[in-house]
């Protein structure tokens, strides 16, 4: 991922100084990570919800499938 000082981004692989929002490097064309402010707030929830299924899911075939 790219390195932050402040609000100037630095790319992780050349240390071209990169915009905040940019999707890779203009230099060496590396992704930088930078996305916007709410993409982590969406990704742990789908997770959580995946997880929760998954236990209910497992719980299910434990009491079902036949011993």
């Known amino acids: 991922m790219g390195d932050s000082v402040g609000n100037?981004?630095?790319c992780s692989h050349c240390g071209n100084e990169i915009e905040e929002n940019a999707g890779s490097c203009s230099i060496c064309n590396a992704?930088?990570?930078?996305?916007?402010?709410?993409?982590q707030k969406k990704t742990p929830r789908k997770f959580i919800y995946f997880f929760i299924g998954l236990v209910?899911?497992?719980f299910a075939v434990m009491f079902i499938a036949p011993r």
């Open 31 to 39: 992704p930088t990570h930078f996305h916007g402010k709410d993409w």
């Open 8 to 10: 100037i981004h630095y």
């Open 56 to 58: 209910i899911f497992c």
